[in-house]
């Protein structure tokens, strides 16, 4: 029986409607949420991010500033520049877009955003925060992932997650995240990665298979247990060989293994939309906090 899809649109959906109730209690204070998003240079999939987080920003009511600086910009004037806006009070949150220009130290400029507005996690003092237990603002992508289980019924608690990814912005935090003793969490957590010996026998033992490798159709139905619920998290973009347009795909042979998997997202329209919108909620949190609602 072919896998139950997750809709990422339906569950984007859902949180939002809920967001826009929270944004109404703080407009009633005379307060905005504001997010500013720091884009170095013109690079194309990070220009195709930022128009989505326009776009839910415009949704949940949510002041949506890009700020677009020269791929030439120094070090010290990046790091001036952050510390310019998280000083301005009618930012929220902050985020900057990576990847950066070589030539620049992401680690040292996501350290000059206070952990107050660093409403994607990037922070070194969240990413402690996080392994730790403590609260933070967890990093949109694998907070995403997390709720898409939530809300499509599969709770990743007591089950075996086995992540494919030990990226610093998908795999180790959204470990971090499952395995912590609380609710929506509570998961057995393996993550597997190029050094991973038999990567196959592991994959088959998870309950919960999410791909994070950043490469296409690496993910492929023999790696499946039967009725596993299986999260891509793959952008991979492909030309179809008989229209020749260039079209996004994940990580995971999705035609292989919704015949073999109880549920699985699709690319697009799994964890894309649900990424922005728990952006979005992380900078109403943080301006619910900063106003004390």
């Known amino acids: 029986m072919p896998a139950e899809i997750i809709d990422g649109r339906k569950i984007a959906e859902e949180i939002r409607e809920g967001l826009k109730e929270r944004v109404a209690k703080l407009e009633e204070r005379k307060m905005t949420p504001g997010l500013a998003v720091i884009l170095v240079g013109e690079d194309p999939a990070s220009l195709s991010y930022i128009r989505m ?29 952050i510390e310019e806006l998280d000083q301005d009070a009618k930012f929220h949150g902050i985020i900057l877009q990576l990847p950066l220009p070589k030539h ?39 907070y995403g992932v997390q709720q898409l289980l939530i809300r499509s019924g599969h709770d990743p608690a007591g089950k075996r997650v086995v992540i494919c990814g030990r990226s610093n912005i998908v ?71 008989e229209t020749g347009k260039t079209k996004i795909v994940g990580d995971v042979d ?24 728990m952006l979005m909620e992380n900078t109403i949190k943080a301006a619910e906090l900063a106003t004390g609602v």
Do not use: W, Y
């Open 53 to 81: 987080i326009e776009r839910e920003g415009e949704a949940c009511g949510v002041h949506t500033q890009v700020i677009k600086l020269s791929s030439e910009i120094k070090q010290e004037e990046l790091e001036e520049k």
């Open 254 to 277: 999705f035609e292989g293994v919704k015949e073999k998997a109880a549920a699985i997202t699709p690319v697009p329209g799994g964890i894309g939309p649900v990424t922005s919108v």
């Open 171 to 241: 795999g180790k935090p959204l470990a971090a995240i499952l395995m912590q003793k609380k609710v929506g969490a509570n998961a057995t957590v393996t993550i597997c990665h190029t050094g991973t010996k038999d990567l196959v026998s592991v994959t088959r033992e998870a309950d919960i298979l999410i791909a994070a490798m950043g490469r296409l159709k690496s993910v492929t139905a023999d790696m499946v247990k039967e009725g596993a619920a299986v999260i891509d998290v793959g952008i991979n973009p492909m030309k179809d060989p």
């Open 104 to 142: 620049l130290n992401a680690l040292s400029a996501e350290s000059k955003v206070s952990p107050d507005k660093d409403v994607d996690g990037t922070n070194p003092v969240s990413t402690g925060k996080l392994l730790l237990g403590e609260e933070t603002f967890f990093p949109s992508t694998p």
